[in-house]
């Protein structure tokens, strides 16, 4: 049972350049996050899934993209990065219900040059 | 729209002194209300979380926290603190109305042997 995984853990990219985020979770939940966190920022909310095939908007949506083709993944994409997007990124999932505790992974760490 | 405010931003103690972090939310409705810790290099995992009944909270490792519905307020509090308490811990709330939690900016605890 290996919970919440992210793929990659480390990033280096140069402006302009695009990626994808992989979140994979095996608890069946219902609800998966992504959010960055950055220095005296804490933890924002970029974008959010209550279920397979529905996405919405966080906090701070732009500039990334999100897919949850299946239930236990959900993808952050970056089309065209900036250095203002350089933060460590965090996917976390819960049971349906947002007042259930949430499961995170380990962290990306994207540095845009 | 919720938020949560976490006024001390880093704090440092000694090994043995009692620790109390504050937390204070907007919403004035019925809330859900979180404490998430990190330690260094690690993901946020779940240190306690208050829904209802005793407003007094145990969570794992000695911590606990009060939920003070006049002021707002779920300040987390342990008597002694440890070294290996360093950490940083985020205060999140949810409330009716809300599919998502939001979490406070964090406070960086310091723990000097």
């Known amino acids: 049972n290996a919970g919440v995984t992210q793929t990659p853990k480390f990033r280096v990219l140069k402006t302009g350049q695009s990626m994808t985020l992989l979140c994979a979770q095996d608890?069946?939940?219902?609800?998966m996050y992504w959010y960055r966190q950055d220095p005296g920022m804490g933890l924002r909310l970029i974008h959010y899934?209550?279920?397979?095939?529905?996405?919405a908007k966080g906090e701070v949506p732009d500039g990334y993209n999100v897919s949850r083709l299946k239930k236990q993944n959900f993808l952050l994409g970056l089309e065209s990065a900036a250095p203002s997007q350089t933060s460590v990124y965090f996917c976390?999932?819960?049971?349906?219900?947002?007042?259930?505790?949430?499961?995170f992974g380990p962290g990306t760490r994207l540095t845009v040059l | 729209a919720q938020s949560v405010s976490q006024h001390n931003h880093h704090v440092i103690l000694s090994e043995a002194a009692s620790l109390e972090l504050g937390c204070n939310y907007s919403?004035?409705?019925?809330?859900?209300l979180f404490w998430y810790v990190q330690y260094p290099g690690q993901h946020l995992q779940l240190l306690l979380k208050?829904?209802?009944?005793?407003?007094l909270v145990k969570g794992i490792k000695g911590f606990e926290a009060e939920f003070i519905k006049s002021k707002f307020s779920f300040n987390l509090r342990k008597p002694s603190v440890q070294w290996s308490d360093t950490a940083e811990y985020f205060c999140?709330?949810?409330?009716?109305?809300?599919?998502?939690?939001?979490f406070g900016t964090g406070t960086k605890l310091q723990v000097i042997p």
């Open positions: 999140a709330v949810h409330s009716g109305g809300y599919q998502k939690v939001t």
């Open positions: 976390a999932s819960s049971r349906a219900l947002s007042y259930n505790e949430q499961f």
């Open positions: 208050y829904f209802s009944g005793d407003p």
């Open positions: 608890m069946n939940h219902e609800y």
């Open positions: 899934s209550v279920g397979e095939g529905t996405t």
């Open positions: 919403y004035g409705g019925t809330v859900n």
